[in-house]
């Protein structure tokens, strides 16, 4: 029964492993399969090149320690100058190897960090995998943690790992033959004795410390997130009065934390670190005790005593770096955990990731140069209920349909399902391309950048002069806007120094300036005064633009053909 059990837990050990390096090699081959890897390639066989000749050199410099203690330890002046003069020459050429290597190893780390990141941005902003996130995957916590920090630390432990196991490999090859030359015991104890303490390392501390550094980074991720949103909601705790509840909530978030910060001591600096000062009695004086009796007896040089014990420290240290590299492994493995999950979502199909529910019918979307719905009914995300049933209706080019209904009835989910956000329900949408259409929801969103930023979002560029805008922004009713900032190009938190109603009539300027053929305004004028908002709505009847509205004030009525009435 007891070797059942053994096998069972072996082929769970090795399972796990297997799917760490194929979870691994899943994010590595993204970038070491692409064209672009050429760059870091060459920085990498650069710095192998370098640990390589800095060993050959240390082993020259150990051997030299033993010569120069061993001619002290027979006064001989010659030996002991010529010894002890290389010996220093050799670790002054090694510092400034050490600085050189130190530089040129971040070079493929940026490099393989720039990729991935722009690759994931790419994939997170594609198919606007961030809205299903955000909105239906909420245990996918933190994709900005993901990206900013887990891909820094995948990179730069993975490439820094790397390098010291090609540094334990030329450590062992080239200290072993002096080691085994001087003492074979030495060298048969320090293969047991690494071998053992790395085993103990990764099977008793691996898997609990992994777990520990994954939840840590959840927890940590989620205070920030509660600090983030406090800041851009201050307005409203205020006005609420809740500052009680938040510090509730940002306590709570704390508390866990602390918690796991605590479990981390516990497990990374009192039992392991424990364990590792254990571990590291033996070493230092094993050397001396093995080899003082050949060292008596007349057979050995003292200086062997040296060199023995760098080169057991040298054979020690490349042995044993998995256990001294062991925070970085875990952090590593929680790392790699994160972005799999990370990348794994972005992959699937759209189809495949919301909430599982395949079996669902979806909206037709067709796209042609009209706006029309067709026998549409709209369910909630989890297809629990029905928002609308069996509604449609056709603009005309230049007309204007206004929404209304009770909250909750599917107005604004409606407007998602013409945009492509939302398509669960049954029905058709026949809608031009997006490119052709613009959304004008009742917060606007404040890009971060300057006040042209503002303005053309969300293209990247438009021609358009500085005269130009400031016309656009005198017929939105702000025509002292660049005078009370100081030009187009000056960066603020515009969310933060414009008023609702100003940020309501930057979105009429991005229409204007857009020129789109649709219109969506989701509330878009609920801030502005009855001047303004004649303006915005006299703008798109004189353009021609078709347009959808949902709104409550009576005054916007008379600017729409027809008008829908969603009902619970």
């Known amino acids: 029964m007891a070797n059942y059990f053994a096998v069972i837990n072996l082929k769970e050990y090795l399972n796990n492993k297997l799917q760490f390096f194929h979870k691994f090699w899943a994010i590595a081959k993204l970038y070491w399969f692409s064209n672009e890897k050429w760059g870091a390639i060459f920085s990498i066989l650069l710095l192998l090149g370098l640990l390589q000749f800095s060993t050959q050199m240390n082993v020259i410099a ?3 320690e033993g010569n120069f203690i061993s001619a002290l330890a ?5 030996r002991f100058w010529r010894s002890i003069g290389i010996f220093v020459g050799l670790r002054i050429f090694l510092v400034v190897l050490r600085v050189w290597y130190t530089y040129v190893r971040f070079k493929p780390i940026l490099a393989w960090r720039l990729w991935l990141t722009n690759y994931f941005i790419g994939k997170y902003l594609n198919q606007r995998s961030f809205y299903e996130i955000n909105n239906f995957q909420k245990e996918l916590d933190n994709p900005d943690q993901r990206i900013a920090e887990d891909i820094q630390g995948f990179t730069e432990i993975s490439i820094s790992i790397f390098l010291d196991l090609f540094n334990t490999c030329i450590q062992v090859i ?8 001087i003492s074979p015991t030495l060298m ?6 690494a071998g053992t303490g790395t085993l103990i390392s990764i099977g008793f501390f691996g898997k609990k410390l992994v777990n520990i550094n994954v939840e840590r980074q959840k927890k940590e991720g989620d205070f920030r997130f509660g600090l983030v949103r406090l800041r851009e909601n201050a307005e409203s705790v205020a006005f609420y009065r809740g500052e009680a509840q938040e510090i509730n909530l940002l306590q709570y978030l704390f508390k866990q934390v602390f918690n796991n910060f605590i479990s981390w001591i516990i497990w990374q600096q009192v039992y392991f670190g424990a364990f590792i000062r254990v571990y590291d009695i033996i070493p230092p004086i094993l050397p001396a005790l093995v080899l003082a009796p050949k060292v008596l007896a007349g057979e050995l040089e003292v200086g062997k005593i040296a060199e023995a014990a760098g080169a057991f420290m040298a054979l020690n240290g490349a042995l ?5 590299r062991f925070e970085n492994l875990t952090n590593l493995g929680a790392g790699i955990e994160r972005l799999f999950e990370f990348y794994n979502f972005l992959q699937q199909p759209k189809r495949n990731i919301q909430n599982g529910l395949t079996q669902y019918q979806t909206i037709n979307t067709i796209e042609d140069k009209c ?3 067709q026998n549409l009914t709209l369910y909630t995300p989890n297809y629990q209920r ?24 599917g107005k604004s989910s409606l407007l998602r399902a013409i945009a492509g956000l939302w398509d669960y329900g049954t029905g058709t949408i026949i809608r031009p391309k997006l490119e052709e259409m613009l959304f004008l929801p009742q917060r606007p969103y404040m890009v971060l950048g300057n006040l042209r930023n503002q303005l053309i979002y969300p293209q990247l560029t438009v021609n358009i002069t500085d005269d130009e805008l400031e016309k656009v922004l005198q017929q939105v009713n702000l025509p002292n806007l660049v005078n009370r900032f100081g030009s187009f190009n000056v960066e603020k938190d515009w969310s933060d120094v414009l008023s609702l109603g100003e940020q309501q009539r930057i979105a009429f300027a991005r229409l204007i300036i857009t020129k789109p053929k649709y219109v969506i305004l989701d509330e878009a004028t609920s801030a502005l005064d009855i001047e303004n908002e004649r303006n915005l709505y006299q703008y798109l009847l004189d353009t021609q633009t078709t ?21 619970n």
């Open 188 to 193: 048969i104890f320090l293969i047991i004795y």
């Open 386 to 409: 029905i928002l609308f049933h069996d509604i449609s209706f056709t603009l005309q080019p230049g007309q204007g349909l206004l929404i209304q209904g009770t909250s909750g009835c």
């Open 547 to 567: 347009f959808i509205s949902v709104g409550h004030r009576p005054t916007i009525f008379k600017y729409h053909q027809i008008t829908l009435e969603l009902m």
């Open 320 to 324: 044993y770096v998995i256990v001294r």
């Open 371 to 373: 706006l029309a719905i």
């Open 74 to 78: 027979a006064k001989d002046p010659q």
């Open 62 to 64: 150990n051997t030299e």
């Open 174 to 181: 080239a200290f072993s033959g002096v080691l085994w030359r």
